[in-house]
C-alpha cells in the first residue's frame, strides 16, 4: 500500500497558474489554520510570527528584513505554524489502539494529522506497541544503551534545521564529549554541495549578499528554485528588485507560478492588479543542463573580453583577489555550442539574449537551491557560477554575490553552532580550551554514511532531534531496513512521523516544545536564537501554552541526557545550561567566531548580522584568495526511451509532511501520485496524459527500484524531464547515487522509465 498520502485518487487538473500568492493564498493559509486551530489561537499566532518580540516563522530561512511588516507571513509560513500550533493531541490511547504495525500502514499525511505528541512513549524489544515513559526512565535506558557501545562511533545523532542555536550547540557539545563527530544532518541532504563548492573556492561556506543586496542588484538569477511555494517572501523582495529598475531571470526546468508573476498579498495593489512579472527571462532548461549554460556564458565572457578588451572582465579584481584565472580561461574556451545547445535543450538565441543580459549588469546575484544542489555534478555546477561571477568582480561589492537560498529556518545556524560531521581543528580546539576535554577528531558519518553503516551493523544507536530521517533520505527501503536493525531509535518530534513507526529493537518518542510553544525553565522564560540564510542572528521567542504539560524543551532534553549519559566526568554545567540559556549563549560566544557578546547583541531589536569575510575581500582559502576552477563539461543523458525525474515539493506539504493533496500552482488537485511530463515526451514514450504507470528507476549496478501507480500528468516541463513529489520517490533514489564531493542524494537526478501500470487500461 501507498503509505505516503491516502490511497483515494480523484485527481483533478487544471491549467498551471501563472501567478503565485494574492487572495487565493491568504484564504487557503486561513482555512488550513481554522481546520487546525480555533479563530483566536490562529490569530495569536499569526499576529506573532516573525516579529521582534514573537517567534522566528520555521517555514524557511529567507531573512525578515529591517522594516518586518506586521503581518509579513506568507500563505505556507501560516500553514506550517498552524501544523505546529494545531489543538489536536496524540493521547496514549492513540497508542494503545493502534499498533506499531498498524501505524506503519498510515499515510504520512494521516500520521501528522493526528496532532501534537503529549508524552514520552516505548517501544520494548519484541513488542509492537508504544507504551508510556517516564522521563527519568527513558533518558536512563538512553544512557544505558549508548554507554554499553563497544565504541562511540557506534552512535549517531541526526537533526533537521529545525534546532534553534542553543539546542544545536548542546546537541554537538553532548555528541563530542561523548566521543564522537557522528553528526549527520538534514543539510547533507539539501545545501551540502553549496557548502562544499563555496568552501573550496570563496573559502566560506555560506551566501555573501543582504536584502539590501537583493533590492539594489541589476541582475538576479534564480536558478533550480521554487520561490512562489518554498521561499514566498523572497517575491517581496524580487518585487522590490524590479522596482529599483533590475532584472530577474529564471532558469527551472518547470515554468513555476511564482517565477512568472507575483501578486502580493500584503498589498493593496498585488491583490487587486495584475501583479509583478517577476522574470523578465524564463530559461526552461533540460535538467542538469546547468552546468553546460554557466560555462558557455563564461565562454562568451571571454570572447566579448577578446573583442573589446578591458571592457567586460574586472581584471583589478582577477589580479588581486582571484588565483587560476589563467587554466581556468583556457579551459572555457573549449566548450561547444553544440554540446552546450543538447546539455541544455536551449536555442541559441536564449542564450545569446541572456547573454547581453549578462553584459548589461554591473551587479549580478545568483541566487539557487535544489535544482542545483542534488545533482550528480552539484558541486561542478555551483563552482561554475563562482567562475561567472568573479570573471566580472561581483563579489564584495553591493548588489552582487552569491546566494544559496537556505531551506530550514537554522539550518544555516546548525552548521555555524557546529552540527557537521567535519568541522574544522579550529572550532574543536576551541572547544577543547572552553570545556577542558579533547573532542574526537576523527570525521564522523553524514547521512548517507550514517544508513550505510546502520545497514551493516556498525552503527546501532540513532537519535534523531526534529526531523523525519526515514523520509527524508534516499533509498527508502534500504534507510528503513538499515534503522529496524539498530539496537535503540530515540525521536525528539513535535508530531507523529513515519520515523516513528520504522523503529530499532527498542524505540523511543520523546515529545518536545515547538518554535511556538512558551518555554519557561527554573530561571524562568527563555528564548532561542536563529541564524537565517543572510547570516542574521536573531531571537525567536514562543507564546503559546504547551501541548502537553509532559513536554520538555530540547534544550532540556539534550541537557538531561547528557548529564545521564557522561555523569560527573567532564566540567560542562548541564543544570545550568537547562535553567538559563543565556549560560549557553555565554559559551557560544566564547567558542563560536564572530559571537562576542552574543547575549547583548541578540538582545538588540532584530539581533545582528555575522560578517562574511568574502565582503571585506578576505577568502578565507590556502591561497588566501578566491580560486577559478576548471569544471569538466558534464550532463545528465538519460538512455532512450528514459528521463531524468526530479523529485520536489508541491505547494501543499512542508518537507516529508504532506498538509493536503494539492499543488495549486501547478493545477494538481487532490492527489500526489503524479508524474509531471512534457506533452512531447509523453507522446513520444508512447502513452497518454492520465495514463497510470510505475516508475522504475535504472542504476549503473544494474538494480532497478520502483514506485508503483502514478498519473501521467502532461506538463510543460522541459523536454526530457519528469516531476514527482518527495518523498513519495525517495524509493527510487539509490544510495549510492550521490553527488561528488558533497554526498548529496541525487534527488533531482534519477534516471527513470514510465511503465505502464497494469491496472491501467487506459
Ligand atoms: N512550503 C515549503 N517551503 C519550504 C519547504 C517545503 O517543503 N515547503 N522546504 C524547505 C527546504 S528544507 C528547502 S531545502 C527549500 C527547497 O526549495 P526548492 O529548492 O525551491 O525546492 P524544490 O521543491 O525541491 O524545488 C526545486 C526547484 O528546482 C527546479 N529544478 C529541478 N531540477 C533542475 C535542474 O536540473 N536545473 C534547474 N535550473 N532547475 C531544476 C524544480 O523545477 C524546482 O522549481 O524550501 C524550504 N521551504
Ligand atoms: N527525494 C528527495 N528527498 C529529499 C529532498 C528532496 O528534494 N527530494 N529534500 C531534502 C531536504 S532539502 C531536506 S532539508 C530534508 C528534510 O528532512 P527533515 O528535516 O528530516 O524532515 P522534515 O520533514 O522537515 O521533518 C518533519 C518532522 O520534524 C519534527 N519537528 C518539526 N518541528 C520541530 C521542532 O521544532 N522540534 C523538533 N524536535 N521536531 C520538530 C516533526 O516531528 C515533523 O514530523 O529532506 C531531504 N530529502
Ligand atoms: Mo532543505
Request: some cysteine.
Amino acid at each position: 500500500m501507498d503509505i505516503t498520502t491516502d490511497p483515494d485518487d480523484h485527481l483533478k487538473v487544471t491549467p498551471p497558474k501563472s501567478y503565485a500568492a494574492g487572495v487565493p493564498a491568504v484564504v487557503h493559509a486561513l482555512e488550513y489554520s481554522l481546520s487546525q486551530n480555533s479563530v483566536r489561537r490562529t490569530a495569536l499566532t499569526l499576529l506573532n510570527i516573525n516579529q521582534v518580540k514573537g517567534f522566528d516563522c520555521p517555514g524557511c530561512a529567507w531573512p525578515e528584513g529591517k522594516h518586518r511588516p506586521k503581518n509579513e507571513y506568507c500563505e505556507n509560513g501560516a500553514k506550517h505554524i498552524n501544523d505546529e500550533a494545531t489543538t489536536k493531541r496524540v493521547t496514549e490511547e492513540l497508542f494503545a489502539e493502534n499498533s506499531i504495525t498498524e501505524l506503519d500502514g498510515k499515510s504520512d499525511w494521516w500520521l501528522n494529522q493526528q496532532g501534537r505528541l503529549t508524552a514520552p512513549m516505548v517501544k520494548r524489544p519484541g513488542a509492537d506497541h508504544y507504551e508510556r515513559i517516564e522521563w527519568d526512565e527513558a533518558f536512563d535506558l538512553i544512557a544505558g544503551e549508548l554507554n554499553a557501545l563497544g565504541s562511540p562511533d557506534e552512535a549517531m545523532f541526526y537533526t533537521s534545521g529545525r534546532l534553534n542555536n542553543e539546542a544545536a550547540f548542546l546537541l554537538q557539545l553532548f555528541s563530542r564529549a561523548y566521543g564522537t563527530n557522528n553528526l549527520p544532518d538534514c543539510s547533507n541532504m539539501c545545501h551540502e554541495s553549496s557548502g562544499s563548492a563555496l568552501g573550496e573556492t570563496l573559502g566560506i561556506g555560506k551566501g555573501s549578499v543582504s536584502l539590501d543586496d537583493i533590492y539594489e542588484s541589476d541582475l538576479i538569477f534564480v536558478v533550480g528554485q521554487n520561490p512562489g511555494t518554498n521561499h514566498p517572501r523572497m517575491l517581496s523582495a524580487l518585487e522590490e528588485t524590479k522596482r529599483n529598475g533590475g532584472k530577474i531571470v529564471a532558469v527551472n526546468t518547470l515554468p513555476e507560478a511564482g517565477l512568472i508573476r507575483f501578486k502580493n498579498p500584503q498589498k493593496a495593489r498585488g491583490v487587486i492588479g495584475r501583479g509583478t512579472t517577476i522574470a523578465d527571462q524564463f530559461v526552461l532548461i533540460r535538467p542538469g543542463g546547468d552546468l553546460a549554460l554557466f560555462q558557455m556564458l563564461n565562454r562568451l565572457l571571454l570572447e566579448a573580453e577578446d573583442a573589446a578588451p578591458g571592457t567586460v572582465l574586472d581584471h583589478e579584481f582577477i589580479r588581486r583577489h582571484t588565483t587560476g584565472f589563467e587554466a581556468f580561461s583556457e579551459h572555457a574556451r573549449t566548450v561547444s555550442w553544440d554540446d552546450v545547445l543538447l546539455a541544455t535543450g536551449l536555442a541559441r538565441t536564449e542564450i545569446e539574449e541572456l547573454f547581453a543580459r549578462v553584459l548589461e549588469s554591473n551587479k549580478t546575484i545568483v541566487c539557487w537551491a535544489m535544482g542545483l544542489t542534488q545533482q550528480k555534478h552539484g558541486v561542478p555546477t555551483i563552482r561554475e557560477v563562482v567562475n561567472f561571477l568573479l570573471l566580472r568582480g561581483n563579489l564584495g561589492k553591493p548588489g552582487a554575490g552569491v546566494c544559496p537560498v537556505r531551506g530550514h529556518s537554522n539550518v544555516q545556524g546548525d552548521r555555524t553552532m557546529g552540527i557537521w560531521e567535519q568541522m574544522p581543528q579550529s572550532f574543536l580546539d576551541a572547544l577543547e580550551a572552553e570545556f577542558g576535554f579533547a573532542p574526537p577528531t576523527r570525521h564522523g558519518y553524514d547521512s548517507v554514511d550514517g544508513v550505510r553503516a546502520m545497514r551493516d551493523g556498525a552503527a546501532s544507536v540513532f537519535i534523531g532531534v526534529a526531523g523525519n530521517f526515514v523520509r527524508a533520505m534516499s533509498d527508502s527501503d534500504v534507510t528503513e531496513a538499515a534503522l529496524r536493525n539498530c539496537r535503540l531509535t530515540v525521536q525528539i518530534s513535535t508530531k507523529l512521523n513515519r520515523s516513528h513507526t520504522v523503529c530499532g529493537e527498542t524505540a523511543l518518542i520523546l515529545p518536545t516544545l515547538g518554535r511556538s510553544d512558551r518555554d519557561i525553565q527554573a530561571t524562568g522564560e527563555q528564548f532561542v536564537t536563529v541564524e537565517d540564510s543572510m547570516s542574521e542572528v536573531h531571537s525567536s521567542r514562543g507564546r503559546l501554552e504547551p501541548a502537553s504539560p509532559h513536554l520538555l524543551s530540547e534544550v532540556a532534553i539534550l541537557a538531561q541526557l547528557a548529564r545521564r549519559t557522561l555523569g560527573d566526568g567532564f566540567d560542562i554545567p548541564w543544570e545550568e545550561f537547562e535553567a538559563d540559556y543565556g549560560t549557553i549563549r555565554d559559551r557560544i560566544a566564547r567558542v563560536v567566531p564572530d559571537f562576542e557578546n552574543f547575549n547583548e547583541r541578540v538582545a538588540q531589536p532584530g539581533g545582528f548580522r555575522l560578517p562574511n569575510p568574502v565582503n571585506e575581500h578576505v577568502y578565507p582559502t590556502p591561497s588566501g584568495k578566491a580560486v577559478f576552477s576548471c569544471n569538466e563539461f558534464t550532463w545528465l543523458e538519460a538512455p532512450p526511451g528514459h528521463l531524468v525525474l526530479q523529485s520536489l515539493r508541491s505547494h501543499d506539504q512542508w518537507n516529508t509532511i504532506p498538509y493536503a493533496m494539492n499543488d495549486r500552482y501547478r493545477g494538481i488537485h487532490d492527489a500526489r501520485r503524479v508524474v509531471m511530463v512534457n506533452p512531447d515526451d509523453v507522446a513520444g514514450l508512447g502513452l497518454v496524459d492520465g495514463q497510470l504507470v510505475d516508475l522504475v528507476s535504472v542504476w549503473r549496478d544494474g538494480t532497478e527500484r520502483r514506485a508503483p501507480a502514478f498519473r501521467v500528468v502532461a506538463y510543460p516541463a522541459s523536454r526530457g524531464s519528469a516531476a514527482a513529489y518527495y518523498p513519495e520517490t525517495n524509493v527510487l533514489v539509490p544510495l549510492d547515487s550521490v553527488a561528488d564531493v558533497s554526498n548529496t542524494p541525487t534527488s533531482k537526478g534519477i534516471i527513470v522509465r514510465l511503465e505502464p501500470a497494469p491496472a491501467s487500461a487506459g
